[in-house]
């Protein structure tokens, strides 16, 4: 009758002690940690209560049974708490608090000789083994493992010092040999980089530890790249570098600070070499901010009226009219003064004063994206467009932008700056390639300076335009 009691009691203990553990976790379901050690609690729970029941049932301490169930405890009860230990002090205490990150290689290391030590301890107070000859054993074992795996070996070795080094960390992007990508995962044994392409890189710890690496990802995303524009001898180095840096300044993805900034790099064989350097923060869009570098450059140096020359070495036969310049310029004149002519605010204009206007005039091209011009800047020039799109924006006093108007060929814009001066209402940005014909102020004043009334008429003009904007 005894024994029926006491079995009961244990019974009882053990059912009270899972109960009373899903009670605890079923409370604090809220905490995210709890999830995390929840099954290594049940486990330890479930492992203590049967070994509860066994004593309970008087089953005696020697039988082998109780001695697995009583390890098994052991062993569940302990790597319970190292993850109760991994989450209040490698992870609360040192991470959030002392923003101390301690490497997973470490804290694994870490477990596994707490649990080895264990494991140990129980083989010599339950199992009465002689640890010296598993000791003697496990060294003749360990040499053997150590000469057929040493590669393995010193993978984890260098994994073990570069978790203690941090070079890098997940996210990073890093050069490492000839292999160049974002670290994705760092294990026991690898480094695992995504390149741009998508491509995986797996590259043992052992050889990260033998290359140099770049890190491209510190000390800060802040990173500089380069490029080499070689521009024609005939042009100023001086104008030559601001034309560089105002067109890379105004392309999304390069940074407003550092600002970009152009380097004469060399005199080289047929060409002055610039060195063009610009700030950016997101490495994995490099390339596609590299072209739009590109892409803007050459639409500025042509408008400036600069080309990069063709190598010295090169030859080029050509078979051309002694009037073939002569012929381009006259086919580009009549395009221009086609582009004039229907202009309401140059109706008061004669058709050889539009002549004039046309002689006056250029074509300028503008790349999708690119900022024509700017609502605030000076201005005193028309521009007509000839081919392409570009949108109307309006940005208020809080910042906001708004898109008032779109316009395509044949429509223009800026004739109040043209013939008042005044600072520019709106930004006008290219929605894709634009070419634009350019009438400045000077042009316009040489032409009015001949004909005092043709200057009242399209004061008259000027005026009516401004009365029905107003309304």
Not at 165 to 181: A, C, T, V
Request: charged content about 20%.
């Amino acid at each position: 009758m005894n024994q029926d009691h006491t079995f009961l009691v244990g019974l009882g203990q053990a059912a009270g002690l899972g109960f009373g553990l899903v009670a605890i976790l079923w409370l604090l379901r809220r905490f995210s940690f709890i999830k995390r050690v929840s099954m290594s609690l049940l486990g330890a729970a479930i492992a203590v209560g049967v070994n509860i029941v066994l004593r309970a049932a008087a089953v005696p301490d020697d039988d082998i049974y109780v001695k697995i169930f009583t390890s098994a405890a052991v062993m569940l009860v302990a790597n319970a708490a190292l993850q109760v230990i991994n989450l209040a002090i490698w992870e609360f205490l040192f991470g959030k608090l002392r923003r101390i990150i301690v490497p997973r290689l470490l804290v694994d290391l870490f477990n596994a000789i707490v649990l080895a030590g264990v494991a140990l301890a129980l083989l010599d107070r339950v199992f009465a083994v002689d640890l010296t000859a598993v000791l003697v054993t496990s060294t003749v074992v360990s040499a053997v493992i150590g000469l057929s795996l040493q590669d393995t070996l010193g993978n984890v070795i260098a994994g073990l010092a570069l978790q203690l080094d941090r070079p890098f960390e997940k996210s990073d992007w890093l050069n490492i040999g000839e292999q160049h990508g974002e670290v994705i995962e760092m294990s026991w044994r690898t480094i695992t980089l995504r390149s741009l392409d998508n491509h995986q890189y797996i590259i043992p710890n052992a050889n990260v530890a033998r290359h140099y690496i770049v890190n491209y990802s510190r000390p800060t995303r802040v990173q500089r790249l380069h490029l080499n524009v070689g521009l024609s001898y005939n042009y100023p180095p001086g104008e030559a570098k601001r034309v560089l840096a105002q067109a890379v300044a105004r392309v999304n993805g390069v940074r407003k600070d550092p600002p970009p900034d152009v380097l004469l790099l060399e005199y080289g064989e047929s060409s002055i070499n610039y060195d063009v350097r610009y700030w950016i923060d997101n490495y994995k869009q490099q390339a596609e901010i590299r072209d739009a570098v590109l892409t803007r450059i050459w639409y500025a140096i042509r408008r400036a009226g600069m080309s990069v020359p063709f190598p010295t070495r090169d030859l080029n036969v050509r078979q051309v009219a002694e009037d073939h310049e002569l012929q381009i310029q006259q086919q580009l004149r009549l395009e221009i003064r086609e582009q004039l002519r229907p202009l309401a605010v140059f109706a008061p204009l004669s058709d050889q004063q539009i002549e004039r206007l046309a002689q006056c005039a250029v074509v300028h091209q503008y790349a999708d994206g690119e900022l024509l011009v700017e609502q605030g800047d000076k201005g005193d020039s028309l521009f007509v467009i000839k081919t392409g799109q570009a949108k109307v924006d309006v940005t208020d006093t809080d910042g906001r932008v708004t898109t008032v108007a779109r316009l395509g060929p044949t429509e223009f814009f800026g004739e109040m700056s043209l013939l008042t001066g005044e600072r520019r209402s709106a930004s006008v940005v290219a929605e894709r390639e634009t070419e634009v014909v350019v009438l400045d102020k000077s042009g316009l004043a040489k032409v009015l300076a001949a004909d005092m009334a043709t200057l009242e008429a399209l004061s008259q003009v000027v005026e009516q335009r401004l009365q029905d904007s107003a309304e």
